[in-house]
């Protein structure tokens, strides 16, 4: 009778399943390669949208920009530096407007507020400038400028 060879090596359902392992273990790698490119970016665009807010609030609080009585958005709009490549700047103004103490103000007209109209500038305007980034992303920051 002949000698029974002993065969080495892996069958076919060993090398399937290390197939399987690896592809999961990749695509895992992939996926989460894929996660801290994305974190990376946004962290990318909040970091420009912060530094150019700041960059708009510098200017628009620096004494040779002209206080507008009633001013708009548009207004202001020329004091603020261009924006970074593929962000839009916008800008919205609030008025203030000074309490009524009168005894027969009503509880509504005691509170202090900004308000969108105005009917008399009293000094103080809230400026909101707001920057959207080319996902759509905004950002926003509130200016007080004041007449001098």
Request: hydrophobic residues 40%; contains cysteine.
């Amino acid at each position: 009778m002949g000698a029974r060879r002993q065969e080495a090596g892996e069958t076919l359902i060993e090398v399937l399943l290390a197939t399987v392992i690896l592809a999961v273990v990749g695509l895992g790698a992939f996926k989460g390669l894929g996660a801290s490119v994305s974190v990376s970016d946004a962290k990318q665009s909040n970091a420009a949208s912060e530094a150019a807010l700041r960059s708009a609030a510098e200017h628009l609080q620096d004494p040779d920009v002209p206080y507008v009585d009633c001013a708009t958005g548009a207004s202001y709009g020329s004091a603020l530096p261009s924006p970074p490549a593929g962000y839009t700047y916008s800008a919205t103004v609030r008025y203030w407007v000074e309490p009524n103490t009168s005894p027969s103000a009503t509880v509504l007209q005691l509170d202090p507020a900004f308000q969108t109209s105005c009917v008399k500038d009293a000094g103080l305007q809230k400026i909101t400038v707001s920057i959207a980034d080319h996902d759509g992303r905004q950002r926003t920051i509130d200016v007080m400028k004041r007449r001098r």
